[in-house]
């Protein structure tokens, strides 16, 4: 399953960026979830214009594995989960 989802990011002086916190909507009483681990796997190129994160995000008691696909361009994040875990249902 894939979503549009909101995301609080560092970036550097070069222009590389690390996702930190990650909300699935922008609602009052929405978790947010603080990622503790993050890898890109892939920066944007001439073929993508994209870069992809392979993430764990925790809230409360609760660790998921996401993955993070971030267009530059746009400035939009969209997570991707397995349709079984519980984030695919919030």
């Known amino acids: 399953m894939t979503k549009r989802v909101y995301v609080i990011a560092s970036f550097n002086p ?3 960026v690390m996702p930190l916190w990650l ?3 922008l609602d009052k009483g929405a978790p947010a ?6 890898k890109c796997l892939s920066m944007p ?3 993508a214009n994209y870069a992809d994160f392979r993430c764990i995000a925790t809230a409360g008691q609760h660790t998921h594995e996401v993955t993070l696909r971030f267009y530059a361009q746009e400035c ?3 997570l991707t989960v397995n349709n079984s875990s519980s984030l695919a249902v919030e």
């Open 14 to 16: 070069d222009g590389k």
């Open 33 to 38: 979830y603080k990622i503790i681990d993050c």
């Open 23 to 25: 909300r699935l909507s």
């Open 76 to 78: 939009k994040w969209y």
């Open 45 to 47: 190129n001439r073929y």
